[in-house]
């Protein structure tokens, strides 16, 4: 899986950014076609200290928005869910990627 916003820093670099606040999250998105809903979540994204989530979110919130709602029974229940989700900055994967950063 791909982390986008490390490019060009080092390892050394990445863990200083987290000590300062920066976090790695994963957005969720919704697609569905009539009976069939599919909730994935994007590459990881690297938010720097001070940075907000919001731009990166956007896409795929409003990927859910417009595709997401059609099947049924679950695409409403997951597009709520992917909304809120990357609405409150996505889902924090900074310890799974410092612990993989360790080894």
């Given at each position: 899986?791909?982390?986008?916003?490390?490019?060009?820093?080092?390892?050394?670099?990445?863990?200083a950014e987290?000590?300062?606040?920066?976090?790695?999250?994963?957005f969720q998105?919704?697609?569905s076609i009539l009976v069939?809903?599919?909730?994935?979540?994007?590459?990881?994204?690297?938010?720097?200290p001070g940075e907000s989530a919001l731009g990166a979110s956007?896409?795929?919130t409003l990927l859910s928005l417009l595709l997401g709602w059609w099947g049924i029974p679950w695409g409403p229940i997951h597009t709520v869910g992917s909304v809120f989700?990357?609405?409150?900055g996505g889902k924090d994967v900074t310890q799974e990627i410092l612990a993989v950063l360790q080894a």
């Open positions: 899986m791909k982390i986008n916003g490390v490019e060009g820093m080092t390892v050394a670099q990445v863990k987290v000590a300062g606040g920066g976090k790695f999250v994963v998105y919704c697609i069939m809903t599919f909730k994935r979540g994007s590459n990881i994204y690297f938010i720097g956007l896409g795929y989700t990357n609405l409150k």
